[in-house]
């Protein structure tokens, strides 16, 4: 008899509690003979506001979406090889299936200083690293455009 007194408290409590704003309270609903039902009310709704440029919800309990995005790339695929990495002395950058006439190469250094740009005259071009202290290196192919087409990271022992 006294869990049919309970259910039904809670039952006409919590029709009569409910609401549509954002509430962020707690406390004892009910209390007798030693038993007691706590509860708290937090967000229960949000607001959307939309427009043209983009949409917000004002709450604080937020959806959790995951876009995947996938940019084709413009240049089409590209085939190439860089090795030996780590290197000491000199790497060779190969490019394959492309037109590599208007195309250079820059290497930075891990603090973003250039340190050498050239032309790519060849499908293989050989650069030296041997005037190069030992550190992480980048090294990034451009187009004619000077768009980064590949990086690469390149370990100098």
């Given at each position: ?17 409910a ?9 004892n ?6 038993a ?9 709704d949000?607001i959307p506001l ?8 004002l709450?604080n309990?937020?959806p ?7 940019i ?11 090795f030996?990495?780590p290197?000491?002395?000199?790497i060779?950058?190969s ?9 250079k ?8 200083k250039?340190?050498f ?10 650069i ?9 290196y ?8 000077s ?6 990271k390149i370990?100098?022992k």
């Amino acid at each position: 008899m006294r869990k049919i007194y309970i259910l039904l408290i809670i039952a006409l409590t919590a029709n009569g509690f409910a609401q549509s704003n954002i509430v962020a309270t707690g406390g004892n609903a009910v209390a007798m003979d030693n038993a007691s039902l706590s509860y708290s009310i937090g967000q229960i709704d949000y607001i959307p506001l939309n427009s043209a440029s983009g949409s917000l919800n004002l709450g604080n309990q937020q959806p959790y979406e995951i876009y995947v995005l996938d940019i084709e790339n413009p240049n089409g695929i590209i085939k190439y090889s860089l090795f030996p990495n780590p290197t000491t002395n000199q790497i060779e950058l190969s490019l394959f299936e492309i037109d590599f006439s208007k195309m250079k190469y820059v290497l930075f250094d891990v603090n973003g200083k250039l340190l050498f740009e050239n032309t790519i005259s060849n499908e293989t071009t050989v650069i030296s690293m041997e005037s190069l202290s030992a550190s992480i290196y980048f090294l990034s192919v451009m187009d004619e455009k000077s768009n980064i087409i590949k990086s690469f990271k390149i370990i100098k022992k």
